[in-house]
């Protein structure tokens, strides 16, 4: 056996982490965005039934024209030269985009701190990745980022509308420009969508570089590992290519058909948690050692002042509640992330918090 196997590994691995998830058993959960809400007994008797016709003997539709079309009804947009590509979540696609662009001297432009995600595709894949910094309110620095754009030149550029960890929608007229400046693809990476006042669903039509990234993850469905990317039909059929044969299995094509079939559900869901984010919000903001920023998903950033942010972090494990620590994280000290969850878990969370802010 030969003992350097390693050594025929690409030397970047070596210094790659493999993605940590925080163990939560036990806890209550408010780190990665789940909907907190599981669907009534009897939706899940009809989902059940509606699974079992599955010819899980078959290999799925490879390309599921009739889910595709489902999602175009219930998202947008309403028009022909635009597609869909699925992807097995949308870190999936994320890979897929990076992998299209992946040769000598293409680089990737995303802002800080955003989605951790944009970065070690880039770095997995070889592909230098550069970020601007947000400023001080955690709005796009145009001119910064207009500067980027013409240093590198991107291949591909990311923007997570609203932003993940900040919570926060940028301006509109500042995407637009980035989009106007870019010379490569745009992604608008609206994973919090459900929870937003703006999308940039009806642009897509105007630019064919621009491409939007969904997910069902946020919406309530995180277990299922399904996303999708709209956009022109000469760049999708193109990144189509790259796609793994059955890449959505049957399970998956079905589960979603029948969470389209029953859209309602999910978003009264979406509906109450924004609802309760308010609450939250307010709750947060009453309390005088705590910051609170504004946000148009289904999470709260917050920054903790006069106060060891890791020990705060602590008290709330200790507590079993189980939210973010992003205080590591460049532009992001002494802030922690929490997800709005069901009532009495937010009322849990801001109970403890208090109790560990004395
Ligand atoms: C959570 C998240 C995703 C990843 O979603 P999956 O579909 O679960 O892979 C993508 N983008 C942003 C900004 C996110 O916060």
């Keep these: 056996m030969a003992d350097n196997i390693l050594t025929r590994l690409r030397p970047e691995l070596a210094s790659l982490n493999a993605y940590k998830v925080a163990p939560s058993d036990g806890y209550i959960?408010?780190?990665?965005?789940?909907?907190?809400?599981?669907w009534s007994e009897q939706l899940n008797q009809q989902w059940l039934k509606y699974l079992s016709h599955a010819a899980i003997n078959r290999y799925p539709d490879p390309d599921p024209e009739s889910l595709?079309?489902?999602?175009?009804?219930?998202?947008?947009?309403?028009?022909?030269?635009?597609q869909f590509l699925l992807g097995n979540g949308?870190?999936?696609?994320?890979?897929?985009?990076?992998?299209?662009?992946?040769?000598?001297?293409?680089?990737?432009l995303t802002v800080s701190p955003s989605f951790s995600m944009y970065q070690m595709i880039s770095e997995m894949l070889g592909v230098s990745c550069q970020s601007v910094?947000?400023?001080?309110?955690?709005?796009?620095?145009?001119?910064?980022?207009?500067?980027?754009?013409?240093?590198?030149?991107?291949?591909?550029?990311?923007?997570?509308?609203?932003?993940?960890p900040t919570?926060?929608?940028?301006?509109?007229?500042?995407?637009?420009?980035?989009?106007?400046?870019?010379?490569?693809i745009v992604v608008i990476d609206e994973a919090y969508g459900p929870f937003a006042s703006d999308s940039f669903v009806d642009d897509l039509s105007h630019h064919a570089h621009v491409l939007?990234?969904?997910?069902?993850?946020?919406?309530?469905?995180a277990g299922l590992r399904f996303g999708w990317l709209a956009g022109h039909v000469s760049l999708i059929s193109e990144l189509n290519k790259l796609r793994l044969p059955y890449n959505i299995n049957l399970l998956t094509q079905l589960t979603m058909q029948f969470a389209l079939d029953h859209y309602s559900?999910?978003?009264?869901?979406?509906?109450?948690?924004?609802?309760?984010r308010a609450r939250l919000t307010d709750a947060l903001a009453a309390m005088s050692e705590v910051e609170v920023y504004p946000?148009?998903?289904?999470?709260?950033?917050?920054?903790?002042?006069?106060?060891?942010?890791?020990?705060?972090?602590?008290?709330?494990?200790?507590?079993?509640?189980?939210?973010?620590?992003?205080?590591?994280?460049?532009?992001?000290?002494?802030?922690?992330?929490?997800?709005?969850?069901?009532?009495?878990?937010?009322?849990?969370?801001?109970?403890a918090l208090a109790e560990a802010l004395t």
């Design 133 to 164: 910094a947000l400023d001080n309110q955690y709005q796009i620095d145009l001119e910064a980022m207009l500067t980027a754009i013409e240093t590198h030149d991107p291949s591909l550029i990311f923007l997570a509308y609203p932003n993940n």
């Design 265 to 276: 559900v999910l978003a009264e869901q979406a509906a109450t948690l924004c609802q309760d």
């Design 68 to 82: 595709k079309l489902s999602l175009q009804q219930q998202f947008g947009p309403q028009d022909e030269d635009i």
């Design 167 to 184: 919570g926060n929608l940028w301006s509109r007229a500042d995407i637009e420009t980035i989009i106007q400046a870019s010379q490569g």
């Design 295 to 351: 946000s148009e998903a289904n999470f709260l950033l917050f920054k903790v002042n006069n106060m060891n942010v890791d020990d705060v972090f602590n008290k709330l494990l200790a507590a079993n509640i189980l939210i973010k620590n992003v205080s590591k994280q460049a532009g992001l000290a002494g802030c922690l992330r929490v997800t709005v969850g069901s009532k009495d878990e937010n009322q849990a969370f801001v109970s």
């Design 212 to 221: 939007l990234l969904r997910t069902a993850s946020k919406l309530g469905l």
């Design 90 to 108: 949308s870190d999936e696609l994320i890979q897929l985009l990076v992998l299209a662009i992946a040769r000598p001297g293409a680089s990737v």
């Design 29 to 38: 959960k408010l780190d990665a965005m789940e909907n907190p809400y599981q």
